[in-house]
């Protein structure tokens, strides 16, 4: 089985690049969760805005038809303001604050929030948003639940216009919907976002279909899925390329 090589720019454009084409979101401010006296009850959580800020996880600050989103990012540190909510379905495809409550638009689609607190529930991973200043990678101070969509079949969880990439770290490989474009074949693409969805950019600037290691049926009739020259691995499934 031959080894195929992967472009490591188009991955690491992947990572760089995600939250940066978006502009600059970031987080919102510290928020305090003040417990009611225990009471035999389950505790009811008030969510208290830091400042004149809201606050983007729990929700609070804004009025009931508003979200609370982060707008912009500098020097490390989010800004948040309540816009009225949109109805964008989570990771579907968007284009500024259009998501529903409790949603940010980043890479192009819609992202619950979460922390340490407030995990994932759809088997992605909480991870930090980030954004480019002066050429560098900076933390936006909020996370945001990765899709754990399917390389192979982005269309299960990500919605129209939008592929599932693979993502490095920062803490373990992961996926997430971002951005599709139209390039299929030798020479479709110069990064991941050129390749259409269910594709990654490999080898010389090719876009390749995703598959997984010994199922061929995730290609094309008449292509076999082979293996790359670097390890793509998800939850202990190996992935590869169809040629």
Same mark, same amino acid.
């Given at each position: ?27 919102? /401010?510290? &928020? ?9 009850? $389950? ?21 009931? &038809? ?13 800004? &948040? #303001?309540?816009? $009225?909510? /949109? /109805? ?6 968007? +284009? ?20 340490? +607190?407030? $995990?994932?529930? +759809? ?11 002066? *050429?560098?990678?900076?933390?936006? /101070?909020?996370?945001? %639940?990765?899709? +754990? ?14 592929? %599932?990439?693979?993502?490095?770290? $920062?803490?373990?490989?992961?996926? *997430?919907? !971002? ?11 110069? &990064?991941?976002? !050129? %390749? #259409? ?20 049926? !995730? ?25």
């Amino acid at each position: 089985m031959r080894d195929r090589v992967i472009s490591v720019a188009c991955v690491l454009c992947a990572v760089a690049c995600s939250d940066a084409r978006k502009g600059s979101p970031v987080d919102a /401010g510290t &928020t305090d969760a003040v417990n009611q006296e225990d009471s035999g009850l $389950p505790d009811v959580v008030t969510c208290v805005p830091s400042g004149t800020a809201c606050s983007i996880l729990p929700q609070c600050g804004c009025s009931t &038809t508003q979200s609370c989103v982060v707008v912009s990012a500098a020097n490390g540190v989010a800004s &948040t #303001a309540c816009l $009225p909510a /949109g /109805g964008v379905a989570p990771f579907h495809a968007c +284009n500024g604050p259009t998501c529903l409550k409790g949603y940010q638009c980043t890479s192009g689609a819609c992202a619950p929030y979460c922390d340490a +607190n407030t $995990p994932c529930e +759809n088997g992605g991973e909480c991870i930090g948003g980030s954004y480019l200043e002066g *050429g560098q990678l900076k933390p936006a /101070g909020y996370s945001i %639940c990765t899709s +754990n969509c399917a390389l192979e079949d982005p269309a299960s969880v990500c919605g129209p216009g939008l592929n %599932c990439v693979f993502f490095y770290g $920062p803490k373990v490989p992961h996926t *997430g919907c !971002d951005l599709a474009g139209s390039g299929i074949g030798v020479g479709a693409c110069a &990064t991941v976002i !050129d %390749c #259409a969805a269910g594709y990654a950019c490999v080898g010389q600037g090719d876009c390749r279909k995703w598959c997984r290691l010994g199922i061929d049926s !995730d290609c094309l009739a008449g292509q076999t899925c082979e293996k790359l020259g670097a390890e793509f691995i998800v939850h202990g499934v190996e992935y590869g390329a169809c040629y």
